[in-house]
């Protein structure tokens, strides 16, 4: 588990942001602004969903040569950058995921409209992080006196969204050569900078088959249809759980997001599947979800067997995903970081729980926060997403600042306070 903290003043911040070194960072970040609108265009435009981020990943890797830093790409297929310089092993992670739930399909998907907006498939999650992401190694790359950078691993991961089930985190924090010296983690997820992500919310998928034999929709009739099957486990859920909306407290949700099945209008199918997200604050709630699903889809199946007169079905869930859940001290380390650095800024976020990349190091007791990388966005997940890059240098600032205390705390280094 994380130790206690030792107190980040006021001064220390400010101290921190008028060293030489970091002062040109953080000058860098509004001087530059063109440069990194450019990276975060020219990025988006290669697409990357999930399971197909080596292209994308590529791109990165050869970026974050070109401004001096050693790149490897592990065995999860995370782009892994660090100090060309590196006298020790980095002990603060700063990560963005590669992935996006939807791609572009052509370059020209991503555009910039007139009131100078980015839109398209991914600008906002994760095109914020990822430009984040570069224009922290691009303005440490730009103040040589910033050694406190040999101190941070900047990564680029694989496998956040959907089914990637963290996959490139999980290896980060469990498997690879850095899993034994990285304490802390800030993940970079998005647009904004009003929230800090400090509890972990759990998740886990099913995917839900029904099969029969199938057959013709007249001479057939009669034969137990999985679609139907599937259909009544869907509203039983849905009617038991009270609506789309599950009140109460520890808050949950569920969405039944892929359904499927059949081959034409007049077949009897003989598969019907789903895939259900189901999300809740504590693993209790989860377990009561998970054993509801299965109740539901059993009363489905035997309800179907019942009223056929012809073939029956079967049917097995299988679970394609799980996220730990977790929460953050109030008294971490990192949140006494993050907090004071919004003092200086004037920024006024709130703890909120969500399911993001930092999910794995939380659970695991580690340091870690996901937070925004500043500008603002929307629409995520859909074809209308969009982001914004008026005010970005804030949260790029705030980045930069948290993960300088971060590194000078793990070397000791007092004299940032």
Known sequence: MASAPIPVHAGCVANAAEARGVRECLQWFTREKQWINERHIELCRIPAPTFLEQARGEWMAAQFRA???????????????????????????????????????????????????????????????????????????????????????????????????????????????????LKSFVVLDGPGTDTITAHALGSRRFEVVFTGPGGHSWTDYGTANPVHALCRAVVLFNDTQGGDAPAGEPRSSFNF?????????????????????????????????????????????????????????AVRIREIGSRPSGRLSERAAILDVLRSVDQHLG????????????????????????????????????????????????????VLLAMCLMAGRSQEAGGLS
């Open 67 to 181: 401004l001096g830093w050693r790149v490897e790409t592990d065995r999860a297929g995370n782009v892994v950058a660090t100090s060309a310089e590196l006298a020790q092993a980095p002990s603060a992670a700063l990560t963005a995921h590669l992935d996006t739930v939807l791609a572009p399909r052509r370059p020209e998907e991503i555009l910039v409209s007139g009131d100078g907006r980015f839109l398209g498939p991914g600008v906002a999650d994760n095109g914020a992080g990822l430009a984040a992401l570069l224009a922290v190694a691009a303005a440490l790359k730009s103040a040589p006196e910033s050694d406190w950078g040999q101190s941070i691993a900047l990564v680029a991961n694989v496998g956040e969204e959907g089914e990637g089930n963290l996959s490139g985190m999980r290896y980060l924090c469990r498997q690879s050569p850095l899993a034994a010296t």
């Open 347 to 398: 920024i006024r976020a709130q703890l909120d729980c969500s399911s993001t990349d930092a999910n794995i190091p939380i659970s695991l007791g580690l340091d870690a926060v996901s937070i925004g990388a500043g500008g603002q966005g929307g629409g995520a997940h859909t074809t209308a997403e969009w982001y914004n890059p008026e005010g970005r240098d804030l949260g790029l600032k705030r």
């Open 257 to 313: 997001g892929i359904i499927d099945g059949g081959m034409s209008i007049n077949s009897i199918p003989s598969e019907a599947r789903a895939k259900v997200d189901l999300r809740a604050e504590t693993q209790s709630k989860m377990d009561e979800l998970a054993d509801l699903l299965n109740d539901c889809v059993e009363r489905a199946l035997e309800t179907e067997n019942d009223r056929t007169s012809g073939g029956k079905l």
